[in-house]
């Protein structure tokens, strides 16, 4: 097996491989710099010996043993007095249950909750396990968040001495503790499925692995905690978008705008069971959850037979819904452009100066986008350009850099 491929199991086996390590070691650093060791190995032997049947038992195994060295070492060159009492038991047989026979066997969704712990801010639990999950840069993980690098980097690191140092276990939360955990955990979910549906920089337009394991976790909530409405509203919504990956992408990687998408390319079976899952959300007693409210604006564009058929006096009645449930700049920026399709572009671009007047999206490469997509078709075509070079400077993502590029050409 060449590195290529090592790279791409890597992509596809990090986050379990390190979510088991975080398990059997008890401590996310120890197992962070384990499990690039193990990597490290397989690189080295697998080119050379081939791929072993079970790869990620294999890369556990080496980690933990990794693990072990490292806390050996500790304690002869450093004279630290770590208990290694549980050493026997890390020296144990790996054994990685069957996700689909036991919810809590797998160690992604423990670990999910482990970092959900209400000891955490929101905040803390969302980056540190975006982090450990999906194994995202500092710098990633920052943008998702519309902060800067340096200061996500900080909150990682207190929020994983909170964890050592509160003793806070990796282990399945009792059944009364999962209900104040869950919040924290369907917004980790969603933005693991984000970052897969729309990769914050790089040279790829999606992950199908990040996307494909948010969904998966997601049905592994739905079992544990079966008949939620806000589960439900976030399986719909990851299903709904997750259902357009085959039209959103040229085969050479380039953006397709929704309104040229081909919607035979659309997966009819996630679109059936989204609409399905969306209706039960709405219709479950209570304030909707923003997942659901979400949802029901995919399920629109869903079942739109074509771009122009868009019901966009109701998405845009949804976002103004959605605005008062969780109110954010990203669904204002959201709200301004469906409003563009109903009142025209000029209204929309009102709404977006005072947004972007308030300075929260400043450096959010889809804000001054936005902004030079309206101006194009108000025929500012000066102004335009001016907002397409500014997209263009903000953007990290390939095919988001192309397409600005390409309308920075038009508009030229």
């Known amino acids: 097996m060449d590195a290529t491929h090592i790279a791409q199991l890597y992509r596809r086996e990090a986050g379990r491989v390190l979510a088991t390590l975080i398990r059997l070691v008890g401590d996310f650093e120890l197992a962070e710099e384990a ?33 072990i060295d490292r806390l050996r070492r500790q304690i002869l060159f450093r004279a630290k007095t770590r208990d290694l009492r549980d050493e026997a038991s890390l020296l144990a047989p790996v054994a990685l249950p069957d996700a689909d026979q036991d919810p809590f066997g797998d160690d992604i969704l423990r670990l999910i909750f482990t970092c959900c712990h209400p000891a955490l801010n929101i905040e803390a639990q969302v980056a540190l396990t975006l982090r450990a999950v999906c194994g995202l840069t500092t710098e990633a993980v920052a943008r998702a968040f519309l902060i800067g690098e340096e200061t996500m980097a900080q909150r990682v690191v207190r929020a994983k001495k909170k964890i050592r140092h509160a003793r806070i276990p990796y282990e399945t939360p ?78 050479t990687g380039d953006i397709v705008l929704l309104e040229d ?72 920026l959201n709200h301004a452009a469906a409003v563009s399709m109903v009142d025209g572009p000029r209204r929309s671009l009102d709404l977006l100066d005072a947004l972007a007047a308030r300075g929260t999206l400043a450096d959010y490469h889809l804000l001054p986008a936005v902004r030079a997509d309206l101006l194009r078709r108000l025929g500012r075509r000066k102004e335009a350009e001016e907002a397409y070079r500014a997209a263009l400077a903000l953007a990290k993502l390939e095919p988001e850099r192309r397409l600005l590029a390409r309308r920075l050409a038009e508009i030229k």
């Not at 924290?184 to 970052?195: A, D």
């Not at 990769?199 to 199908?208: F, K, N, P, Q, Y």
């Not at 659309?266 to 007693?285: F, K, N, T, Y």
């Not at 006096?313 to 103004?320: A, F, H, R, T, W």
């Open 35 to 67: 499990a690039q060791e193990a990597f490290a190995a397989a690189i080295e032997q697998w080119t050379i010996a081939g791929v072993p049947s079970n790869p990620r038992a294999w890369l556990v195994n080496v980690g933990r043993n990794k693990a």
């Open 174 to 251: 009792v059944p009364p503790m999962l209900d104040e955990r869950i919040d924290g955990v369907l917004g980790v979910i969603y933005l693991v499925f984000n970052e897969g549906y729309a990769v914050t920089s790089g040279a790829d337009l999606m992950r199908e692995d990040l996307s494909r394991e948010a969904v998966r976790l997601g049905r592994l909530l739905d079992g544990l905690l079966p008949g939620r409405a806000a589960i439900n509203g976030l399986l719909a919504l990851m299903l709904l978008h997750d259902a357009r990956r085959a039209a959103r992408a040229t085969p």
């Open 261 to 332: 998408q081909d919607r035979n390319l659309w997966d009819p079976i996630q679109i059936s069971e989204g609409l399905m899952r969306v209706e039960l959300a709405l219709r479950a007693p209570g304030r909707p959850s923003s997942y659901a409210v979400q949802a029901a604006i995919a399920a629109l564009h869903a079942r739109a037979a074509h771009y122009e058929a868009t019901d966009w006096p109701q998405i845009v009645g949804l976002y103004e819904v959605l605005l008062r449930l969780h109110p954010s700049p990203i669904v204002e």
